[in-house]
């Protein structure tokens, strides 16, 4: 590992409202972001997370859905 080049670069900062159009255009809901990216942001821990989901398949629902739930 320590052949390996690490690049000293600054990692880019956003504007809240760069943010928040970043979000919305990678699909991420505001629930995801509070509970699972935060969380592994502030400890570098994925959290745990309920084994059961019960939302319809993107294909099968009657709703306008995100283009990453196909």
Request: aromatic share 8%.
């Amino acid at each position: 590992l320590k052949d390996l080049k690490i690049p000293n670069q600054d990692v880019p900062r956003y504007s809240k409202e760069e943010c928040t159009k970043l979000q919305k255009a990678f699909g991420y809901a505001y629930e995801e972001v509070k509970t699972s990216i935060l969380n592994m942001a502030k400890t570098g821990a994925e959290g745990i997370a309920a084994m059961g989901i019960d939302t319809p398949l993107a294909v099968l629902s009657h709703k306008n859905q995100p283009l990453f739930g196909y």
